[in-house]
């Protein structure tokens, strides 16, 4: 069982930055693409970014040339680097683990972008 437990997410205005971290139990780590997602008020949740292994990287739309997904696999953490934060960005953020059909999750932290 892998357990992911994400931080970093609070209360901040528009145009400023945060930085989410999540951090994974388990070395598998390393092997397997991970994701952030979110899930906005009375929405669905949604792909924000994803990253290989390999450290390839993907990202919604919305979020391009804000947000920077990375990770460590040293440390087993993936970071969300979210930048020019918009009102819109208001939402619980989610990390994932894909390991084969397998998906685990974070419990979510949520991010409040509001003056």
């Known amino acids: 069982q892998v357990q992911l437990v994400e931080s970093g997410g609070g209360l901040v205005q528009p145009g400023e930055s945060l930085r989410l971290s999540c951090a994974a139990s388990?070395?598998?780590?390393?092997?397997?693409?991970m994701g952030w997602y979110r899930q906005r008020p009375g929405a669905q949740r949604e792909l924000v970014a994803r990253?290989?292994?390999?450290?390839?990287?993907t990202y919604d739309d919305s979020v391009k040339g804000r947000f920077t997904i990375s990770r460590d696999n040293a440390k087993y953490t993936v970071y969300l680097q979210m930048n020019s934060l918009k009102p819109e960005d208001t939402a619980v953020y989610y990390c994932?683990?894909?390991?084969?059909?397998?998906?685990?999750w974070g419990q979510g932290t949520q991010v409040t972008v509001s003056s």
């Open positions: 994932n683990l894909e390991r084969g059909p397998i998906t685990y």
């Open positions: 388990q070395s598998i780590f390393s092997f397997y693409p």
């Open positions: 990253i290989t292994s390999q450290g390839m990287t």
